[in-house]
């Protein structure tokens, strides 16, 4: 049993990242589908697959890396609102993460958004995470 099903989501993006694998397999449900679909549209993972094999399915991440230099496109996945902590943030004060050039991941009334999209629907909500 997993207490924090999104925190195990970050940690194995983060560590197949800091092996160098190409593709990482994760157990899904829908807020881990929503959050990957937020890092295609985003441009930090290359690809991504649903597959509904078992009682949970699962999700195969393609993550993305420069062709040169090999730099993985996500530096840093932070963790923000936790179960013995939430956070929440209004549009007034709704995070900017690296001064603009990186996005957090919101979990609003109106779906899984990033920041930017949450301020333009003027809506505020739970921060899941910082991605940059």
């Known amino acids: 049993m997993n207490t924090d099903p999104i925190a195990d989501y970050l940690t194995r993006v983060r560590n197949a990242i800091k092996a160098n694998h190409r593709v990482v ?9 929503e ?9 930090y993972i290359a690809n991504y697959k649903f597959e509904e094999e078992g009682p949970q399915g699962s999700i195969k991440v393609a993550l993305k890396y420069h062709p040169i ?9 932070t963790r923000v609102s936790k179960p013995g902590l939430r956070k929440y943030a209004s ?9 603009g050039l990186g ?13 930017k999209e949450a301020r333009l629907q003027n ?5 899941l995470c910082y991605v940059y």
């Open 25 to 33: 397999e994760i157990p899904a449900s829908n807020l881990k589908k």
């Open 35 to 43: 959050i990957t679909k937020v890092l295609f549209d985003k441009g």
């Open 69 to 77: 230099s090999k730099i993985p496109a996500i530096r840093t996945l």
């Open 91 to 99: 549009v007034e004060d709704m995070p900017r993460v690296l001064n």
């Open 103 to 115: 996005i957090a991941i919101l979990s609003t009334s109106k779906g899984v958004m990033t920041d």
């Open 123 to 127: 809506v505020g909500g739970e921060v």
